[in-house]
């Protein structure tokens, strides 16, 4: 019996109100030890790739032989430094904006379905949910730069409104065609759907929209201008330390992951494998996508915000478009 199941009949034999809540609690301890534990690996990951490409090999001596543990060490002096608060600073807007865009990060696993019968809630409308809890991203940035009271931190957040609005239209509308092949907007039932070809093959013009768009939703090099340390010095998270600075860290690096998830989700097939379909496929297409993120991020330079604009509006946007009327095309002589 695997261990969904053996869950899934301990939680059965509750008695009362007692068995959906303790299901609720279960999967939400999951979630939360699915992305925290990633997470840490990941920063690990990351260094290790950083140094590779810059010809260093990174973290080495804290947990031997490859620095594995290093950083634990790191989460524990973070959270240690003190936090402060400016005195110009719209208080309210200054502490709520960490919280504004960690939690919706978290939530968007809600729907993702790591194996089969592993998804902690299938919603008819996933591709709805996940594109509204990302728009939350500009609301939490543009609150962090305007509460904070400084000139760099208001200048990163109009850019990050500007940039995510460009980029925010082309990524949802890179999804339509998935849901219209799919013919559900549901996750589970778009993975079912590609056990004939994966998505990929099937919405090439649409995998590349995504692929762009997310890279720059992610706000990282080469579309990392809202924070811009050589113009900005951090944009509208200069302001921030501690605790609420790493919940922004925290932040970025759950979107990495849930980006991926959607990414292997939809265009990959999900679980979905050439044998033996399970949730050790999913997290193989997940690390794929994490490790291209990576790659983009250390081999390319930062472009400038004119041309960045440019991007989104002419040609991400158009391209998404002709992707759905060419979608629509095909459904209708072949579908």
Not at 223 to 248: C, H, I, K, N, T
Request: hydrophobic share 60%.
């Amino acid at each position: 019996m695997s261990i969904i199941s053996s869950l899934n009949a301990l939680v059965g034999s509750l008695p009362g109100f007692w068995s959906p809540l303790v299901s609720a609690l279960i999967k939400v301890l999951l979630v939360l030890g699915f992305v925290f534990g990633n997470e840490i690996m990941l920063i690990w990951m990351e260094r290790k790739v950083c140094g590779r490409f810059q010809r260093r090999k990174g973290p080495m001596y804290v947990g031997r032989p490859e620095g594995w543990l290093q950083s634990l060490p790191d989460v524990v002096k973070l959270l240690a430094k003190e936090d402060v608060i400016p005195a110009r600073a719209d208080r309210w807007l200054f502490v709520l904006a960490p919280m504004v865009i960690m939690v919706p990060a978290v939530a968007l696993f809600v729907v993702i379905p790591f194996g089969p019968g592993w998804v902690p809630r299938d919603l008819n409308i996933g591709i709805l949910y996940l594109v509204a809890l990302g728009s939350f991203t500009i609301l939490s940035l543009f609150m962090a730069g305007w509460g904070s009271g400084n000139k760099w931190s208001t200048l990163g957040a109009m850019r990050a409104v500007a940039m995510l609005l460009g980029y925010e239209v082309p990524l949802a509308l890179s999804l339509v065609g998935v849901a219209m092949v799919a013919g559900s907007l549901s996750l589970v039932d778009i993975v079912h759907a590609q056990e004939r070809a994966w998505f990929i093959v099937l919405q090439p013009l649409g995998f590349a929209v995504f692929l762009v768009a997310a890279a720059a939703e992610l706000n990282r090099t080469p579309f990392d201008l809202a924070e811009a340390e050589q113009e900005l010095v951090a944009g509208y998270q200069v302001e921030y330390s501690g605790m609420r600075w790493a919940m922004f860290f925290v932040a970025e690096y759950a979107s990495l992951i849930a980006i991926s998830a959607i990414a292997a989700t939809c265009f990959l097939g999900g679980w979905l494998g050439p044998v033996a379909s399970g949730p050790w496929w999913f997290l193989a297409k997940l690390y794929f996508f994490i490790f291209f993120f990576m790659w983009v991020r250390w081999t390319f330079p930062r472009i400038r915000i004119d041309h960045m604009m440019e991007l989104g509006w002419k040609f991400l946007l158009p391209v998404a478009l002709l992707n759905i009327v060419l979608t629509g095309i095909g459904l209708a002589l072949w579908g």
